[in-house]
């Protein structure tokens, strides 16, 4: 049983309001999550799962309550500490594989790094070991619409990983992935979290992607409905 807290969401609440409506997607969520723990945040469309993964991935502030990162107080920070915070410590999957198309694999994965202070030598170096261990050696020049969608979601996830981030917040990650491709993006993050030791994040509304992680949180209208341990 893992004890050591990385994320903490205490009381967290979000509300939107849109002109004299109040609209709670979030109510109350208290959620912990361990440093190396594989955790995946399960529910339905509508659920709170993408407001819920800006939370956890300090995209966003709560309405309410307190979120806190390696006991940091998120709320204490400027935005400036709080995108360097973010940058160094999660690294990010989505389901649109967000990469440029202008620049190679290579190049995609370098960019984070520009931001993190990183000598020219040193990004080439990191980028192009993370290539080789998502399998893409022999891809490295090729730019995106000369890869695959299961090839893109690699280069996506050596992205994630360029800065050495301790969390890995995965979004419906496989979601534009066909079976096989995502049977393949499934194990990599599984590889990661077992020989890495990440913490690996999955948003996801599919239970047998969930069934992947130790710990399974099942959202319903804005709150946790249970947490079931899948393994």
């Not at 995946?40 to 990162?69: C, E, F, R, W, Y």
């Not at 400027?78 to 940058?87: F, P, T």
């Not at 594989?97 to 990191?126: H, M, W, Y």
């Not at 979004?171 to 995502?182: A, F, Q, R, V, Y």
Request: net charge neutral.
């Amino acid at each position: 049983m893992k004890t050591n807290i990385i994320i903490k969401l205490k009381d967290v609440w979000k509300t939107y309001v849109m002109g004299k409506v109040s609209l709670d997607v979030l109510k109350g969520i208290n959620v912990d999550i361990y440093r190396g723990e594989f955790v995946a945040i399960l529910g339905p469309s509508g659920s709170g799962k993408s407001t819920l993964m800006n939370q956890v991935g300090l995209l966003d502030v709560p309405s309410k309550g307190k979120i806190t990162i390696d006991e940091v107080d998120i709320s204490t920070l400027e935005e400036s500490d709080l995108a360097q915070l973010r940058g160094k410590k999660i690294g990010f999957v989505f389901q649109q594989f967000n990469l440029i198309p202008a620049l190679t694999a290579l190049d995609n994965v370098i960019l984070p790094t520009i931001f993190q202070g990183l000598g020219p030598e040193e990004r080439d170096k990191r980028a192009r070991e993370l290539l080789a261990l998502v399998g893409l050696a022999d891809r490295m020049t090729h730019r995106p619409n000369e890869l695959s969608g299961g090839q893109q979601q690699r280069v996506a996830i050596a992205r994630a990983l360029v800065n050495n981030p301790e969390i890995i917040l995965a979004d419906e990650p496989t979601g534009n992935l066909d079976t096989k491709s995502g049977e393949q993006v499934m194990e990599l993050l599984m590889e990661l979290h077992h020989k890495e030791h990440k913490t690996i994040i999955l948003v996801t509304h599919d239970i047998e992607k969930a069934r992947h992680a130790e710990r399974i949180i099942y959202l319903k209208d804005g709150e946790v409905e249970k947490v079931v341990r899948s393994k």
